[in-house]
């Protein structure tokens, strides 16, 4: 969001916008003032739920900000940031992190933005912000705020494709630049299934018992429902499960992202708006094994199947994503950084300055929960 000095053209007329808290029931509202934004806000189902089926929200018997508006004396909104919070286990801990969403204020009144993102930054009872979907009006107060993640490089792409719109020639050289993903050894079996069962949970508490060292966002299979409760309504999100002797060893999430292709990302020069796959997330736990390229061949095949032009991983240098800036054969620099946090305490703080604390994916923030 643009934090340029205000002035106003007219002092007489000129009212400034009061602040409060986000409703329900300002939907339309904050819906109509995306669209006047050119940017999409979910339907009602999808974005009420992100509050009122959160597990937090169960656990605690209370209600969490939805958000904040600033509205004129006549009751027309001008801005609007929203807020959603979720789990993150670290060395024992259990934290509270809190996302920004759909953060815009028009024209006459950007102004008053930083109210918005004031209010975000010092909510109660939260231990970290995280966000991984920073828009480039959005960069210079992200940056005057927030910390860039240590780890990774999240002004990148890496992606493959698969297909081809209509009216849009293959390339032979796509043939030639896709590098074969590597052998994985051992038996295992890799499996789709279509939600998120009672295996996860044993999962998570593995992968948590592994990891005391890392910053995990909560995967239990009552977190992940709820994270993906949209994508699964609409069949938009993929689970690919690598499992021996019936018990889930790893997994990888993927979601429909047809709206971030639209800038010209083909190495063809099609610029239609090609379907595509996100690669959200992969977890293992077997260590000493790299399941990640069986499931991202499964997905790639999955793609072709489905006819699907893109699959597409956000970030790169991320070391259990190796295989993925090795492999895709293709890449795309954005235009700015999209990973940022800040920590509430200072220790906390310190600690999320090294780069071995994380595991860093689209996961994390609000990039896959549409």
């Known amino acids: 969001m643009s934090t340029e000095t205000f002035t106003p053209p007219e002092r007489a007329t000129f009212r400034a916008p009061r602040l409060r808290p986000a409703r329900l029931d300002d939907y339309q509202a904050i819906a109509q003032l995306g669209l006047e934004h050119s940017l999409d806000v979910p339907p009602y189902v999808d974005w009420s739920a992100l509050w009122l089926d959160n597990p937090l929200r169960a656990a605690s018997g209370k209600d969490f900000p939805l958000g904040w508006v600033l509205e004129l004396p006549n009751g027309e909104m001008v801005g609007t940031m929203g807020t959603v919070r979720s789990r993150y286990r670290f060395r024992g801990d259990r934290l509270v992190s809190a996302v920004s969403r759909a953060w815009f204020v028009t024209a006459p009144y950007r102004g008053f933005a930083l109210q918005l993102m004031d209010e975000y930054l010092n909510q109660s009872g ?57 052998r ?99 977890q293992s736990i ?32 991320v070391p259990k994503m190796r295989v993925v800036d090795e492999c895709a054969p293709y890449r795309k620099q954005l235009e700015n950084w999209k990973f940022f946090y800040r920590a509430a305490d200072p220790a906390l703080e310190a600690d999320l300055g090294e780069s071995r604390i994380w595991d860093p994916c689209a996961y994390d923030g609000d990039a896959s929960f549409e």
């Open 126 to 182: 939260v231990d970290l912000f995280i966000n991984n979907a920073v828009s480039v009006p959005a960069l210079e107060s992200f940056s005057r705020f927030c910390e860039r993640i240590p780890l990774g490089e999240w002004d990148s792409v890496s992606y493959w494709t698969t297909g081809h719109p209509a009216g849009a020639a293959p390339c032979s050289k796509d043939a030639v630049r896709n590098k074969p993903l590597p």
């Open 184 to 282: 994985v050894p051992g038996s295992f079996t890799i499996e789709t299934p279509d939600r998120f069962d009672s295996r996860f949970d044993v999962f998570w508490d593995e992968l948590v018992r592994q990891n005391p060292e890392k910053l995990l966002a909560e995967r239990s299979c009552e977190a992940l429902s709820w994270h993906f409760a949209a994508p699964l309504r609409k069949g938009r999100v993929w689970i690919f499960t690598a499992s021996r002797n019936r018990r889930l060893r790893a997994y990888c999430t993927l979601t429909r992202q047809d709206h971030s292709f639209r800038l010209p990302a083909l190495p063809h020069g099609d610029t239609q708006g090609p379907r595509g796959m996100r690669l959200v997330d992969y």
């Open 286 to 317: 077997e260590p000493e094994v790299d399941f990640l390229p069986a499931l991202l061949g499964a997905a790639l095949q999955r793609c072709v199947a489905e006819d699907l032009y893109i699959m597409e991983n956000l970030g790169r240098g």
